[in-house]
């Protein structure tokens, strides 16, 4: 067997997947390497939120160019993700998130996103069920949606085996090959050496240890977080309500009926710990009750964890690494899948083309971590 690719991508959640379509459309030889299962890292374990309400201009101008990825995804690649635009409601209950938020919607507005602030009882016209005791506006933004990760991935990974790309599940990669400064291919826990040029680190939070195999000490770390999702009722458009306070959450109705959320704990959990806790089921069902009072009825199907692959401002990593050929689309923080489509495309242009769309230089690698994304 030919072992020789034009680029070889290590990781098959949304990153690995979208790149590796893009570049199979361009007529590269495309390797897909994933040690588990396609879906089994963050991907799916997400909660399926899709947002452009970001602060910085290449974030979302990345996010709106994802949104328009995902709503011709079905002709794209034949496969039904079930996108919607159930839209995003960010919850001011204090004068200092009104302020933030009417300010990063003066920014949001430049690019053109169709955002506003709302006030609660326009909120509650949007969304009857929504409890706006204390509620002093929202930041909406009806374009905003959500779409299922893992049609998502299946469609990208077929695209790809459409394309002439292979894919290889249950191999990991343990070795990156790096001669003189340039990689020339990668060695599995089966012993087996692949060839290329190029190389791309999409491993998410197994991103650090993935860099290190040649040398590159990426900065970034897994971060733990819990999700749930509830039996399906009738759906009623609810959008994703995200409640910013210590003891909010975020949560949406997914088009099937449930609802699918988790809250960032107070205290950062690190690591990639994929066990539930009692607590956090306890604890995400006494939020969703409090934003939403008549989910007091509905069970909880499952729970489970997964990690979002962090860096110290909560934008991503894209780029090449000081290792010619050896590029990495990592540090998705918890936005990876609602941008993975256009980073995925951005990044096979940039390989093919030499080229990014805009000033992506809030992505480059080496670079100087400052204020931290405000809408993380
Ligand atoms: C609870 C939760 C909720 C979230 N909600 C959202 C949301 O609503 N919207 C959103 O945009 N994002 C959300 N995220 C974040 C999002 O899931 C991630 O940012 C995104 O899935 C990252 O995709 P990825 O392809 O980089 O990583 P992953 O999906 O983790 O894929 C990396 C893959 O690399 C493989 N791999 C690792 N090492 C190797 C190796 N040595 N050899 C071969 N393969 C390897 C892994 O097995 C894995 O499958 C959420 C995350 C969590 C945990």
Redesign the pocket.
Same mark, same amino acid.
């Not at 396609?38 to 899709?50: E, K, P």
């Given at each position: 067997m030919n072992k020789n690719y034009d680029v070889i991508i $290590? /990781?098959?959640?949304? $990153?690995?997947?979208s790149t590796g379509y893009y570049l199979s459309k361009s007529g590269m030889k495309v390797l897909l %390497?994933?040690?588990?299962y %396609? =879906?089994? /890292?963050? =991907?799916?374990? @997400? $909660?399926? /939120?899709?947002r452009q309400q970001f602060s910085t201009p290449a974030t979302i101008r990345t996010a709106m160019s994802a949104v328009k990825l995902f709503e011709n995804m079905k002709d794209e690649l034949g496969v039904d993700v079930e996108w919607t635009n159930s839209g995003y409601m960010f919850m001011a209950h204090d004068e200092a998130k009104v302020e933030a938020f009417k300010k990063n919607i003066e920014i949001q507005r430049k690019f053109g996103l169709d955002v506003s602030f709302i006030t609660a009882s326009e909120a509650k016209a949007l969304v009857p069920h929504l409890d706006t005791d204390q509620l002093l506006g929202v930041a909406w933004c009806p374009s905003d949606g959500q779409a299922s *990760?893992f049609k998502v991935v299946l469609g990208y990974a077929r695209g790809i085996r459409d394309n002439g790309g292979s894919i290889i599940t249950r191999?990991?990669? =343990?070795d990156i090959i790096v001669e003189d400064g340039h990689v020339k291919g990668v060695t =599995?826990a089966a012993g087996v050496t692949y060839h290329s040029s190029r190389v791309i680190n @999409?491993?998410? *939070?197994?991103?650090r240890?993935?860099g290190l195999m040649a040398g590159i000490d990426l900065q970034v770390e897994p971060e733990r &977080?819990?999700?749930l999702i509830t039996d399906g009722v009738q759906y009623e458009n609810m959008p994703?309500l995200v409640d910013y306070r210590a003891d909010g959450g975020y949560f949406v109705q997914r088009v099937t009926g449930q609802f699918i959320g @988790?809250f960032t704990p107070e205290v950062q959990v690190p690591g990639k710990d994929k066990s539930s806790t009692l607590e956090f089921m306890k604890e995400m069902s006494r939020r969703m009750c409090k934003i939403v009072p008549a989910l007091e009825n509905v069970a909880i199907l499952r729970q489970?964890?997964?990690?979002? @692959?962090m860096t110290p401002d909560g934008s991503p990593i894209v780029d090449e690494t000081p290792v010619k050929g050896l590029y990495c689309?990592?540090g998705?923080?918890? &936005? /990876?899948?609602?941008?993975?489509p256009a980073l995925g495309k951005f990044l096979a242009e940039y390989i093919v083309d030499g080229t990014w769309p805009f000033d992506m230089s809030e992505f480059a690698y080496g670079r100087k971590f400052g204020d931290k994304e405000a809408m993380a």
């Open positions: $290590i /990781g098959g959640g949304v $990153i690995g997947t %390497l994933e040690k588990d %396609l =879906t089994a /890292g963050s =991907t799916g374990r @997400c $909660i399926t /939120g899709v *990760p191999q990991e990669v =343990t =599995t @999409c491993a998410g *939070p197994w991103a240890e993935v &977080h819990e999700a994703m @988790c489970w964890a997964g990690s979002y @692959c689309s990592v998705m923080s918890g &936005h /990876g899948f609602m941008l993975g």
